[in-house]
């Protein structure tokens, strides 16, 4: 059981748009800054978006991210094929003194 | 341009140890700290831990206090991850990354993983 939670997939066509949730609480999310991670099982993850909505350099403009309250958002629009990955959301916990991953999400390009 | 090099494959029989290394290169190895990562077949990213290469302090997850230890060699620009008492479910993929600080932490540069297989 993960402390952050994830839908387990998403899906949509290519251009449209997804949108992945993560839901946590006040000593978590509430309180610290979320960062999202790309992964192709068998390679290595790669950060998306770190400090809630900043993209690292190289990383497409259709990556974006919100926050509010507890939960934050992960926005990937003009979906492309390459996108198929699944996706996870991590941030520090503060009650439990530990880095704390969603249980990730699938995307699927249709 | 950081790159960050694993070890290879291991295969370890259940009780014993398993140590995998973790070589960056591009940065100052001192400057960020080292965290490890692993992703069990079917699974998420199950977090293990980070370490301090300047001072060697560590933070563990929960899960693996009392089993694991986190060193450095910063001479070597080398980190490791030591995973004593093995069982079949700590087979899996493990990543070691540079923890990045901007508002809060992130992870930033990743190696390839490194498979850790316990069979008997």
């Known amino acids: 059981q993960s402390v952050l939670t994830q839908p387990p997939s998403v899906s949509a066509a290519p251009g449209q748009k997804v949108t992945i949730s993560c839901s946590g609480s006040?000593?978590?999310?509430?309180?610290?800054?979320v960062s999202w991670y790309q992964h192709l099982p068998g390679t290595a993850p790669r950060v998306l978006l770190y400090?809630?909505?900043k993209r690292p350099s190289g990383i497409p403009g259709r990556f974006s991210g919100s926050k509010s309250g507890t939960s934050a958002t992960l926005d990937i629009t003009g979906l492309q094929t390459e996108d198929e990955a699944d996706y996870y959301c991590?941030?520090?916990?503060?009650?439990?003194?530990?880095?704390?991953f969603g249980g990730g999400t699938k995307v699927t390009v249709l | 341009q950081v790159q960050v090099l694993q070890s290879g494959a291991e295969v370890r029989k259940p009780g014993a140890s398993m140590k995998v290394s973790c070589r960056p290169s591009?940065?100052?190895?001192?400057?960020?700290?080292i965290n490890w990562v692993r992703q069990a077949s079917g699974q998420g990213l199950e977090w293990i831990g980070w370490?301090?290469?300047?001072?060697?302090?560590?933070v563990y997850g929960q899960k693996f206090q009392g089993r694991v230890s986190l060193t450095t060699n910063t001479p070597m620009n080398t980190a490791y991850l030591e995973l004593r008492n093995l069982r079949s479910d700590d087979t899996a993929i493990y990543y070691c990354?540079?923890?990045?600080?901007?508002?809060?932490?992130?992870?930033?540069?990743w190696g390839p993983g490194t498979l850790v297989t316990v069979s008997s």
């Open positions: 006040g000593s978590n999310i509430g309180n610290n800054y």
């Open positions: 370490v301090n290469p300047v001072s060697g302090n560590t």
């Open positions: 400090d809630t909505d």
């Open positions: 991590g941030t520090w916990d503060t009650s439990l003194s530990a880095w704390v």
């Open positions: 990354s540079t923890v990045r600080t901007g508002g809060g932490f992130y992870l930033d540069y």
């Open positions: 591009g940065y100052t190895f001192s400057h960020y700290d």
